[in-house]
């Protein structure tokens, strides 16, 4: 079993930045892939960023350039930098996990096993 813990998130004007980490417990994380995805009121879960076990990483598209996933194995903590925010980014972003064979990663929410509570980021204009 894997525990994931999400903070960081909060009140953030439009072009404004935040971090939110991921700390995880009850396993290492080195041999999981970590996404963060992100749900708007009304709308579905999707896919913000993901990375591999080996680092490799994904985004999409409309965060491609402005925000960055990245991982520490040694903390057992994932990051996402968010810079130039939009308030269609407003939603609440969780972390989640998967264990994988090599360096593969998943970039679909159904995929992941293990996710957090989610933390609320809201941008306002």
């Known amino acids: 079993q894997v525990q994931l813990v999400e903070s960081g998130g909060g009140l953030v004007q439009a072009g404004g930045s935040l971090r939110l980490s991921c700390a995880a417990s009850?396993?290492?994380?080195?041999?999981?892939?970590m996404g963060w995805f992100r749900q708007a009121p009304g709308k579905e879960r999707e896919t913000v960023a993901v990375?591999?076990?080996?680092?490799?990483?994904a985004y999409t598209d409309s965060v491609e350039g402005r925000f960055t996933i990245s991982r520490d194995n040694a903390k057992n903590t994932v990051y996402l930098q968010m810079n130039s925010l939009k308030t269609e980014g407003t939603a609440v972003y969780y972390c989640?996990?998967?264990?994988?064979?090599?360096?593969?990663?998943?970039?679909?929410?159904?995929?992941?096993?293990?996710w957090g509570q989610g933390t609320q980021v809201t941008v306002s204009s």
């Open positions: 989640a996990a998967v264990r994988v064979s090599g360096t593969y990663y998943y970039t679909r929410p159904n995929d992941y096993i293990y």
């Open positions: 009850g396993r290492t994380i080195s041999s999981y892939a």
């Open positions: 990375i591999g076990s080996s680092g490799r990483t």
